[in-house]
């Protein structure tokens, strides 16, 4: 009995990876297929993978470096990848909290700080913060695969991982660095959680972080809440939802305390934070297939600037990078939109591995500099950059933006 229950779930694994392969036009495929046989003969020279966007020039630049991180060759935990990472400013040094994956497919965070933002060191020799350990993980069968205790990109498409604390973003409020990421045992088992750490222990790398808790609950499905920087009116204020079915607003949860009985309930389409897997596709300025808030947000004068996540309706199946600027004194509203992706996939570092992925977890200022941290290809590490008010004066500019003052509501089936 047990045996077919677990064919039965490695069954349904591989349908999941069939979908997510179909998602991918055949012609971007072709590219894909054919250009990471020339990064193989080149070494993995930088090569660009897919023609560049037609439309407006991109407003914030990537760093002709990428990627800026990457595995770590026989490292027992980040041999395979390392990617998706949260960012924050602390004593004039931006620090990252990166995903690492090893061979044992289980997730676990990284850390390296920078002072310009774009050369990095100290990266730690070890996980700042596991979550759990490859017993715990195990632990959850038959939800995930202990009988193949291994990076498997097969069974398990999104980075490769099976269990352990995914994606992290990081902020700091109030003295304290918090890490949301999210909590995977499993296709059934995909919550958020949170840690915190004091800033002084960072200071002095000592990683003492708290007991993980949850903030979404037992079968609601979610991965990409996000905590503001700050507090809102006394409260902590947690970004949950892109998609109301009106382009010109958003979800935020405020809450006393980070308690997973007083956030957000559900993830139906009918719920308080809907998955966004389950919310039909319809058009909002360049994207028809919403996904998720990337960074947290960033507190600027003219507003909260959010990056998000959105699949473009002429590209299909590849992640890309839009931004948001929300209003201070109420974050659900809209002021201004991307009129087109701002980073896309079309270097190899962002295919080289799980193809058409930028994943942006991480946007810090820094001496005026725009800093955009993100995963590329689930394998590594890159940054975008801009001058912030050059930034924001072209956002909110109609060469560049949707400027959301009246809309007519879209009705969500």
């Known amino acids: ?120 060191s100290g990266r730690s020799t070890s996980p700042v913060y596991s979550a759990q350990n490859r017993a715990e993980a195990k632990s959850h069968y038959p939800y995930t695969s202990p009988a193949r205790l291994v990076y498997d990109t097969e069974l398990y498409p999104s980075g490769g991982g099976w269990g352990g604390c995914e994606d992290p973003r990081a902020v700091k409020i109030d003295g304290r660095v918090y890490l949301t990421f999210n909590m995977f045992n499993g296709w059934n088992s995909m919550r958020v959680a949170f840690t915190s750490i004091d800033e002084k222990d960072l200071s002095l790398k000592n990683w003492n972080w708290d007991k993980f808790a949850y903030l979404s609950r037992p079968g609601d499905r979610q991965k990409n809440w996000v905590l503001f920087p700050e507090k809102i009116n006394g409260k902590f204020a947690i970004f949950h939802n892109l998609d109301k079915g009106d382009p010109s607003r958003v979800s935020v949860a405020y809450l006393d305390k980070l308690d997973m009985y007083l956030a957000p309930q559900g993830s139906g389409v009918d719920s308080e934070a809907p998955d966004p897997q389950l919310l039909p596709d319809h058009i909002v300025a360049w994207h028809n297939r919403t996904r998720s808030a990337g960074a947290p947000p960033v507190k600027t004068k003219d507003g909260w600037l959010l990056f998000y996540h959105a699949m473009d309706k002429d590209d299909p199946g590849r ?34 591995y799980k193809p058409g992925i930028v994943y942006a977890t991480g946007a810090v200022v820094k001496d005026g500099t725009l800093f955009l941290y993100y995963g590329g290809g689930d394998k590594h590490i890159a940054v975008a950059s801009a001058n912030l008010d050059d930034f924001l004066q072209k956002l909110k500019n109609k060469e560049h933006a949707v400027l959301l003052k009246k809309t007519i509501p879209i009705k969500i089936l």
């Open 319 to 352: 992640y890309k990078v839009g931004a948001l600027l929300l209003d201070l004194k109420d974050p659900t509203k809209v002021l201004y939109r991307s009129a087109y992706p701002l980073v896309e996939p079309d270097e190899w570092y962002e295919n080289d």
């Open 1 to 120: 009995m047990a045996v077919l229950k677990k064919k039965k779930v490695i069954q349904e694994m591989k349908v999941k990876r069939t979908l997510e392969k179909k998602a991918v036009s055949k012609k971007t495929r072709v590219k894909i297929k054919t250009v990471s046989a020339e990064i193989r003969r080149r070494g993995k020279k930088k090569i660009k993978v897919v023609a560049k966007s037609k439309k407006s020039p991109s407003i914030i630049k990537k760093f002709k470096g990428n990627p800026i991180i990457g595995p770590v060759r026989n490292s027992f935990w980040e041999s395979e990848a390392a990617f998706n990472p949260g960012a924050i400013v602390h004593n004039g040094e931006i620090h990252l909290f990166y995903r690492a994956l090893g061979r044992d497919g289980i997730s676990r965070i990284g850390h390296i700080s920078s002072k310009d933002g774009i050369h990095f």
